[in-house]
């Protein structure tokens, strides 16, 4: 007796000592414990549901729950459970059966190791599931209670059922137990990928630095892996300067993009909204049927429909023509502005405006007409306001320097005052940016550069 307890205490510290804790967890209290088994799958495994295949590399794992007698190794054998969310009650039982085999070959000895090892290299092999896993599918909901037992994850006669989540019956998704089961598989293959990828080391395709996959970025698209201080500043350069189509995979001759979250996870909260706005921004620029509310204060996207020269924003509702952006006319012509400062629009037109809109109204509109027309022709924008300027030419016959413009808007001279400035309206000398500012205040005329 008391030799097996020594051969129980041994066998479990040896265990501890070679599987982490997430494999295996013991009991302290007694001498019992649980392995989570993961199998063992060739390159190439499959897992198919109705007509859809998934390639996987991880399966969930099978869950051995044992407890040790009084008198194991060297009269009984371990008692175990073994239960799996991909196996068929069957299945589980051929398993079970062929653990109670080996146990018996032993001839009284310490049996765990090689139930692991039996269900981690084998376990596929004794159910003859080679390189696909066919999920069953649920067709038949009225099945008998025998052919429950062939489902996965099902419950042996006079245990609990557990009810089904409370959050995902409310929200209104009707999923099937094997579309469950599914889900479950593809979510914890892609948590194990995630783990062997964060304690594999590798090389930036940036800077040539080896680092863990924990301080890199694989990008779903290509598989390109950088390191994550070499793409947070790459893609936060690019954002910065507005070309979000920029944010792409680095390597060269390479156009993949990353996925949303990637980024965000990387130029943070701000950057990711301005990325986002200006990928929308983007996107609808290129696209036929999209076009924008021709008013200043609005400018929200339209959609357009073939079969219709109108449009109507949906933010304010102001409904336009396509062609000219002005407000739908019908079957009229688009409306072509007037070239009022021309002979060609004649006397008698220039009298029927000015019947039809009044005679004030058709001067300040012609005024206005020739006023930015001037502008446009003769001024630019002052670099600092953008305010409409004039640069005039002065001539001057004993130095030849030129007029220094100035803008009024913002009290700006364009140029340094290496002449200074003779106002001849006022008989002032400008001799310093201070003098210009106060002159400007109270007076509103031109300035021409004098030489002594």
């Known amino acids: 007796m008391n030799t097996d307890l020594e051969e129980q205490e041994d066998e479990l510290l040896a265990l501890q000592s070679i599987f982490g804790s997430e494999e295996f967890l013991r009991n302290e209290s007694k001498s019992a414990g649980e392995f989570r088994v993961s199998v063992e799958l060739p390159a190439g495994f499959t897992v198919l549901l109705k007509h859809g295949k998934y390639d996987v590399s991880f399966l969930p794992p099978l869950i051995l729950t044992f407890e040790l007698p009084g008198d194991y190794p060297s009269s009984a054998p371990p008692s175990f459970t073994l239960t799996c969310c991909w196996l068929t009650q069957p299945q589980l039982t051929s398993l079970s059966d062929q653990l109670t085999d080996l146990y018996q070959a032993t001839g009284g000895a310490v049996v765990l190791f090689s139930w692991i090892q039996f ?31 062939e489902l996965p994850g099902s419950v042996p006669a006079g245990q609990e059922v557990v009810p089904p989540n409370e959050d995902q019956s409310d929200s209104g998704l009707s999923l099937t137990a094997s579309q469950i089961l599914l889900s479950q598989i593809l979510i914890h293959d892609a948590e194990q990928k995630q783990k062997v990828f964060a304690a594999t080391p590798f090389d930036c395709g940036v800077c040539f630095s080896s680092r863990l996959g924990s301080e890199c970025v694989q990008l779903y698209e290509c598989g ?141 509109t012609f005024e206005k007409h020739v006023s930015d027309k001037w502008i446009t022709t003769n001024t630019r924008p002052c670099p600092h306001c953008f305010s409409p300027i004039q640069v005039r030419f002065v001539f001057n016959s004993f130095s030849f320097s030129l007029f220094q413009a100035i803008c009024y808007n913002c009290i700006l001279c364009l140029s340094y005052f290496e002449n200074p400035i003779y106002c001849f309206k006022s008989n002032f000398i400008i001799e310093s940016q201070t003098q210009l500012c106060i002159l400007n205040c109270y007076l509103n005329y031109d300035f021409e550069t004098y030489n002594f």
């Open 224 to 364: 390109h892996i950088f390191c994550l201080a070499c793409l947070d500043e790459f893609w936060k350069a690019q954002i910065t300067e507005g070309n979000v189509r920029g944010v792409t995979c680095p390597q060269v001759d390479c156009s993949a993009t990353p996925t949303p979250a990637q980024v965000k996870s990387l130029v943070g909260e701000e950057l990711f909204h301005r990325y986002d706005r200006l990928l929308l921004q983007s996107t609808l620029d290129v696209m036929p049927d999209i076009t924008y509310c021709p008013r200043l204060t609005c400018g929200s996207a339209v959609i357009l429909e073939k079969s219709s020269p109108a449009a109507m924003c949906s933010v304010c509702s102001f409904a336009f023509c396509v062609d000219c952006k002005k407000t739908y006319h019908g079957a009229s012509k688009c409306y072509e502005e007037p070239d009022l400062s021309t002979e060609k629009s004649g006397k008698r037109k220039r009298r029927l405006l000015e019947n039809r809109y009044g005679r004030k109204l058709f001067v300040y």
């Open 119 to 149: 269900l981690r290299e084998e376990a596929l092999k004794q159910l003859d599931i080679h390189n696909l896993l066919e999920l069953p599918s649920d067709q038949n909901h009225s099945s008998s209670a025998a052919d429950r037992s």
